[in-house]
């Protein structure tokens, strides 16, 4: 698709009509599609919401090491992990895209939000956008 792409961009630049663009327009409106897209943004609008409705795992002082657990405190939702060490991180749980709320992902030790794919690391750094802020830090 890169190549294809490629030719496209070039064609538009010198003013060429490529045979392939309208295919490929980020413009173009197909009433096939309609049905996914509005499936891809209820599954999103639903996590959003469903987010804010499933209560936490654990009191923060349970996290067996290696391992990490959300809870909720007055100053919002916070999520604590425990290293190998020992130590406890904990950052904020709205990410700071457009406020999702963050699971944590023990494979890669990592904080995802899975409405636009926004990860940041134990720590608050972002991994991934479209994130483009840290996360605020806890107090643990
Ligand atoms: S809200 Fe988290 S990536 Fe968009």
Same mark, same amino acid.
């Given at each position: 698709?890169?190549?294809?792409?490629?030719?496209?961009?070039?064609? =538009?630049?010198?003013?060429?009509?490529?045979?392939?663009?309208?295919?490929?327009?980020? $413009?173009? @409106? *197909? +009433? #096939?599609?309609?049905?996914?897209?509005?499936?891809?943004?209820?599954?999103?609008?639903?996590?959003?919401?469903?987010?804010?409705?499933?209560?936490?795992?654990?009191?923060?002082?349970?996290?067996p090491v290696?391992t990490?657990?959300?809870?909720?405190? =007055?100053?919002?939702?916070?999520?604590?992990?425990?290293?190998?060490?020992?130590?406890? $991180?904990? @950052? *904020? +749980? #709205?990410?700071?895209?457009?406020?999702?709320?963050?699971?944590?992902?023990?494979?890669?030790?990592?904080?995802?939000?899975?409405?636009?794919?926004?990860?940041?690391?134990?720590?608050?750094?972002?991994?991934?956008?479209?994130?483009?802020?840290?996360?605020?830090?806890?107090?643990?």
């Amino acid at each position: 698709m890169g190549t294809v792409a490629g030719r496209i961009l070039a064609d =538009r630049i010198t003013g060429d009509t490529n045979p392939h663009g309208e295919l490929f327009s980020p $413009h173009r @409106v *197909s +009433l #096939r599609a309609a049905p996914t897209l509005a499936q891809m943004n209820t599954a999103v609008a639903l996590d959003l919401i469903g987010d804010r409705l499933v209560p936490p795992d654990a009191d923060g002082d349970d996290v067996p090491v290696g391992t990490a657990r959300g809870e909720v405190r =007055r100053a919002g939702q916070k999520g604590v992990y425990r290293d190998r060490t020992g130590a406890v $991180h904990a @950052v *904020s +749980l #709205r990410c700071t895209h457009l406020g999702c709320l963050l699971r944590f992902n023990g494979a890669e030790r990592s904080w995802d939000c899975s409405c636009h794919g926004s990860r940041f690391d134990v720590d608050d750094t972002v991994l991934e956008g479209p994130a483009t802020l840290p996360l605020p830090r806890r107090e643990v």
